[in-house]
């Protein structure tokens, strides 16, 4: 798995948890404080590029009028399967 793929997969990871603790508005910040608790720090503009690459895979989508992303259909389908961003073939 090269690093841009684990890094993606690691903001993925993220926002799923953030998802099934209730969250349904999310920004780059909110993904940047779980991996800083986690001894995982990233840029805000590498999160955000990961937010932006998961958007081009159809992950999750961005409300212009807010500046909050959401979860796609799709991912809201595939996390309740239990499939992964790798299981899903990255897109």
Not at 16 to 27: A, C, H, N, P
Not at 32 to 49: A, F, K
Request: hydrophobic share 35%.
């Amino acid at each position: 798995m090269s690093v841009d793929r684990k890094r993606t997969e690691i903001v993925y990871a993220v926002i799923l948890q953030l998802v099934r603790g209730g969250e349904s508005e999310l920004r780059p910040g909110n993904v940047n404080s779980i991996l800083r608790e986690r001894g995982q720090p990233m840029g805000s503009w590498e999160v955000r590029g990961e937010f932006s690459n998961l958007q081009a895979q159809g992950f999750i989508d961005l409300d212009e009028a807010t500046g909050y992303w959401h979860m796609t259909g799709n991912a809201v389908q595939e996390k309740q399967s239990g499939a992964t961003l790798e299981d899903c073939g990255g897109r």
